[in-house]
Each structure stands twice: as C-alpha cells, then as structure tokens.
C-alpha cells in the first residue's frame, strides 16, 4: 500500500471534516487570516490525501512536533518535507482516527490553534481510545505551514498501542 492510500485510510476521512466542523473564527486580521486559510488548506488537502496540495503548502524547513509518550513511534520532532511525509506513512499503519471534532480554532499573526476530541484505533493492538482532547498550535509563513506542534492524550493513546 503506498504512502497517499495510506495516509488517506487512516486520518482521511477525519481531517476532511476539519473544514466542516472548524469553530467560526471570530474578526481576524489580514495576517491572521492568511495564516488560518493556510492551515486550513493544509488540513484539508491531508484530508483529501492530496500530497502534491499537501507538499505545496508544507515550507522546505517545515518542523512537524508531537509531545508526548516517547513509546510511540510518532511521538517526536520531523524537519523537511521528505522527513515528515515518511513519519506519516509510519503513523498511518499504525493509528486510525475514528472520531474527530474540532471545537476551537482561531489564528492570532503566523499561530493558528485548533482544539478538539477525538478517538483512535491502535491497528496492530485492535484497541481503541475513549473520546480525548487534542491541542494543535501551528505556524504558517509566506503561504506554507513551518510548524505543526501537536499535543494528545498520549496515556490513553500509549495504553490502546501497546494493547492495554
């Protein structure tokens, strides 16, 4: 299975939605507009299972961060935009997002912040996370996502991958 039908099996359908069910931004200025129609179009087109869209939004230096439990394999820091689409692939044979809600977003200059809920599937374990809450801070320059720093439950997340 090559790396665009796996990305798009596992958080396709989830991320798709993020248009749909991003909170109403409340008055934002140029710059900050700019950045949240940026990471938007990057969900969206990850969503999508676009990776040239994906590519095309993602800068040259991108930095994709996720805190958390250092037992999971994407638990960690990505640079570059080869790095980080290997990482996906990685993450998307191992995890399946089942349930995602976004409900806050908003964009402050180059930051965009998103909150949510959300449920994964461990695929090699069977188990499934309750409902958690995620935070993501991203950063847009120029067009193009430089940073994506994601935060989750890792506990219930680490408990459904290792099949506890």
Same mark, same amino acid.
């Given at each position: 299975?090559?790396?665009?039908?796996?990305?798009?099996?596992? *958080?396709? #359908?989830?991320?798709?939605?993020? &248009?749909?069910?991003?909170?109403? @931004?409340?008055?934002?200025? %140029? #710059?900050?507009?700019?950045?949240?129609?940026?990471? *938007?179009?990057?969900? %969206? @087109?990850?969503?999508?299972?676009?990776?040239?869209?994906?590519?095309?939004?993602?800068?040259? $230096?991108? /930095? +994709?961060?996720?805190?958390? $439990?250092?037992?999971?394999?994407?638990?960690?820091? +990505? %640079?570059?935009?080869?790095? *980080?689409?290997? =990482?996906?692939?990685?993450?998307?044979?191992? *995890?399946? &997002?089942?349930?995602?809600?976004?409900?806050? #977003?908003?964009?402050?200059?180059?930051? /965009?912040? !998103? =909150?949510?809920?959300?449920?994964?599937?461990?695929?090699?374990?069977?188990? %499934?996370?309750?409902? =958690?809450? =995620?935070?993501?801070?991203?950063? @847009?320059?120029?067009?193009? !996502? !430089?940073? +994506?720093?994601?935060?989750?439950?890792?506990? @219930? /997340?680490?408990? #459904?991958?290792?099949?506890?």
């Amino acid at each position: 299975m090559n790396r665009r039908t796996l990305l798009t099996a596992s *958080i396709g #359908a989830a991320l798709a939605l993020t &248009v749909a069910n991003t909170a109403s @931004a409340q008055e934002m200025d %140029e #710059a900050s507009q700019a950045s949240f129609d940026t990471f *938007i179009a990057f969900m %969206e @087109a990850m969503g999508g299972g676009d990776m040239d869209g994906m590519s095309a939004l993602m800068a040259d $230096d991108m /930095v +994709w961060q996720n805190e958390g $439990d250092p037992s999971l394999p994407w638990i960690g820091t +990505w %640079e570059g935009k080869e790095t *980080i689409f290997g =990482f996906l692939g990685d993450f998307s044979q191992n *995890i399946q &997002v089942t349930h995602w809600d976004n409900t806050d #977003a908003f964009a402050s200059g180059d930051t /965009v912040a !998103v =909150f949510g809920r959300m449920k994964l599937l461990a695929t090699k374990s069977g188990s %499934e996370t309750n409902e =958690f809450t =995620f935070a993501l801070r991203a950063k @847009a320059r120029d067009g193009q !996502v !430089v940073l +994506w720093n994601w935060f989750e439950d890792s506990f @219930a /997340v680490s408990h #459904a991958f290792h099949g506890q």
